[in-house]
């Protein structure tokens, strides 16, 4: 696989970078640091007596029989991956849906990843699977060595329970393979040498036939080396078949095309940054800016509707699925056979409307019950009829697994997740703040019932504030017995850069305007003060992968407003990111470091270059993972090794060295993982502090 992650200095190393060399991943001096920082921070955090009873009582909860077995319908079968003590790399199982009804389901086991990694001596990461419909006798497994993006494909016969001999199966690499029919798929792998972008992602794409060598495999379409990577893929909906190729220009810019049977390329003339999908005869359109078409405007974060067919040959009449206003946005929409679900925010708390085509409109309706602070999600269950799963959730409010029909009124509660903590004891509030430029701020907080307002309660301020994520309210779980039951205050910061209130909310904070989603954070962060939730003292962030960038800023720009920082699986160095792992993936984000007008604003919220000597710095841990190929490990090694030169001996490190992005590929990692960061946070926020 195509490497962007080895020692040599790309040409925008800064000058006088001393700890070039902690970006070999696994070079033998960087792996010494490695080990020596991880076992200083272990002796300082993990040694205590309170550590083994949190690890365990987080792994016990992440091991509940009682859990939800989240299936997807294949044919007449439900399936569902399941991890626990005694499967920890976990079981892909099937059952059907009148034993999934039942409290204890009987499943039958399709493949044991566990049972495989002994078998191959290998520690697989299961990272999911296609089936081939309508059989779906053949899956296109995926599989990981450490956890990270790159995996092997391996073709499965579900029915045989067995690897395909002479499948369909890829070397490890960044991949994407898809089914055309049982005997072609489409894939888009590492051919060698120029056949991956920049960002490290494959350029060419091509369709491959059963019985041929992978070499033999007939090119599609290719991207640009500039290009964030190529796509092809293959819409199976009855009497709706069609095969889509195209390029992703960045992040958020698609060029797309109707592949046709004699391999001709047909545009799909909407713009680059617009969604794009289809259902059925519909080509469904959310923009991400505004879009005049005949003399008419549309909105940013608007849904329209044409007919494919029509649309392809010239026709641009536009039916409006939805238009936001004030503050309503559509964070994301869904399908059954004959309908639409959208799942619709209103101040960052969703609710679900059913669109269903009627002649030259569409019928609208509620789905499900609208509550205050909590999420409604809906997805059909297949392509076959108008049945579809409903989940309901809240921080304090376990998931709700139902089923219902579209046709029909009736919806059945399936499963019931279950209570990790007594909800009784604690309360969720909404706030809203006011930041910087006036912008109003929502945040979520949720604490004890007999908060005492004090300013002394230890708080941990969560924020991500990128790439159009929303941070909608979710079951804390196993979150729980880390903070809350400690005594802890948690909130949500809802900033910018996020897609809570649509395009515009994301786009405030792109590029140049990258200072708005640390301003929210700061608002966020001074509001709690003011209203005598904590102080600063007290007040812990904590933030991964852009939210790891987010709480870098805070560390360098804001020392004096936090007690302490968890920082995971960050971006730090932004004058490198672009050549470390798939970094140059994200230019329509951060902007280009390479162009000197850019690095000009970029510099200022690049953490690793802003770190002095001089200043006083709040107690922070790095975490990441040597398997991390989307976000490199690099920037919190060099980040933390540049604190201790200069002095800033409360810099903390830990390296896992499976998990990839995730920095844990299992259960028992991830219960590390959360006592970890519970520890580092209690110990470094307490201050006298009593155990709750």
């Known amino acids: 696989m195509t490497s962007l992650s080895n020692s040599t200095p790309a040409p925008n190393a800064a000058a006088g970078d001393e700890f070039l060399w902690l970006e070999d991943l696994r070079g033998e001096a960087a792996l010494r640091w490695v080990a020596q920082e991880n076992q200083r921070t272990l002796a300082r955090y993990a040694q ?16 509940k029989d009682t859990r939800i077995p989240w ?10 991956f399941w991890q626990d003590q005694a499967n920890p790399r976990g079981l892909l199982r099937r059952t059907t849906l009148q034993e999934y009804r039942k409290a204890e389901p009987v499943w039958e086991t399709v493949l044991d990843i566990d049972a495989l990694g002994k078998e191959e001596s290998r520690e697989w990461v299961y990272r999911g699977s296609q089936s081939l419909a309508p059989a779906y006798r053949y899956s296109l497994i995926a599989l990981s060595p450490d956890g990270g993006d790159a995996v092997e494909f391996r073709e499965f016969d579900l029915i045989a329970k067995r690897f395909v001999k002479e499948g369909f199966n890829v070397p490890l690499a960044k991949s994407d393979v898809s089914w055309i029919d049982k005997d072609t798929v489409f894939i888009a792998t590492d051919w060698g040498p120029g056949s991956m972008t920049q960002s490290g992602y494959p350029r060419i794409a091509k369709r491959w036939r ?96 044409a007919n494919f067919d029509d649309f392809l040959v010239g026709d641009r009449r536009l039916q409006v699925l939805f238009t936001p206003h004030g503050q309503r946005a559509l964070s994301d929409y869904e399908s059954t056979r004959d309908h639409l679900i959208l799942s619709i925010m209103e101040n960052v708390v969703s609710h679900l409307e059913v669109l269903t085509p009627r002649c030259d409109s569409w019928q609208r309706q509620s789905l499900g019950n609208r509550s205050m602070l909590s999420t409604l999600s809906a997805e059909g269950i297949d392509e076959e009829s108008n049945n579809y799963f409903m989940t309901v959730e809240g921080f304090l409010q376990p998931t709700s697994l139902h089923l219902g029909n579209l046709d029909g009124d009736g919806v059945e509660r399936l499963k019931q997740g279950p209570h990790d903590f007594d909800p009784d004891r604690y309360r969720v509030s909404q706030h809203f703040v006011r930041s910087k430029d006036g912008t109003s701020i929502p945040y979520f907080q949720i604490a004890a019932k007999d908060l005492q307002l004090n300013g002394r309660n230890p708080t941990l301020l969560y924020g991500y504030g990128g790439f159009d994520v929303s941070l909608l309210p979710h079951y804390l779980g196993s979150d729980a017995p880390c903070w809350l039951e400690r005594g802890g205050v948690y909130v949500v910061a809802n900033i910018r850069g996020g897609g809570e209130y649509g395009p515009a909310w994301h786009q405030a904070a792109l590029k140049q305007d990258r200072h708005r989603a640390f301003e929210d954070f700061v608002a966020v962060a001074k509001d709690l003060i003011a209203r005598k939730v904590t102080s600063s003292p007290h007040l812990g962030a904590r933030g991964g992968s852009n939210g790891g960038l987010l709480v870098g800023n805070m560390l360098t720009q804001y ?30 984000e951060y902007g280009d470091p390479d162009d000197p007008a850019q690095w000009h604003y970029i510099k200022t919220f690049s953490p690793y270059h802003n770190i002095k000597a001089e200043t006083a710095y709040p107690p922070v841990l790095f975490y ?29 490190f830990y390296e896992n060295t499976e998990g990839g992005h995730s920095a844990a590929a299992d259960k028992r990692q991830a219960a590390f993982h959360s006592a970890l960061v519970s520890e580092f946070l209690w110990s470094s926020l307490n201050r006298g502090t009593p155990e709750a």
């Open 624 to 652: 990441t993972a040597t398997s991390d190929d989307r976000v490199n490990p690099a920037h919190a090694r060099k980040m933390t090794a540049r604190m201790r030169q200069m002095g800033h001996q409360q810099a903390y």
């Open 210 to 305: 059963r019985g041929t060598p992978l070499s033999a495999a007939e090119t599609v379409f290719e991207a640009r080396p500039k290009d964030l990577e190529v796509f092809a893929y293959h819409d199976r909906t009855p009497g709706f078949e069609r095969d889509y190729v195209g390029r992703s220009l960045d992040f958020y810019r698609r060029d797309n095309y109707l592949l046709t049977a004699h391999n001709q390329q047909i545009n799909i003339a909407i713009p680059s940054d617009a969604e794009f999908s289809t259902h059925r005869e519909w080509l469904l359109i959310k923009l991400s800016r505004a879009w005049v078409v005949n003399g008419k405007r549309y909105p940013a974060g608007a849904l329209l509707a």
């Open 559 to 588: 020392p004096q407003l936090f007690g302490c920082i968890v920082c995971e699986v960050p971006l730090l160095d932004m004058q490198r990111y672009t050549s470390l792992s798939a970094g140059a993936s994200w230019i329509a």
């Open 48 to 63: 205590g007596p309170h550590f083994p009873g949190l690890e365990r009582q987080v792994m016990d909860i992440l091991n």
């Open 71 to 80: 299936v997807s319908k294949l044919g007449d079968d439900y399936y569902n």
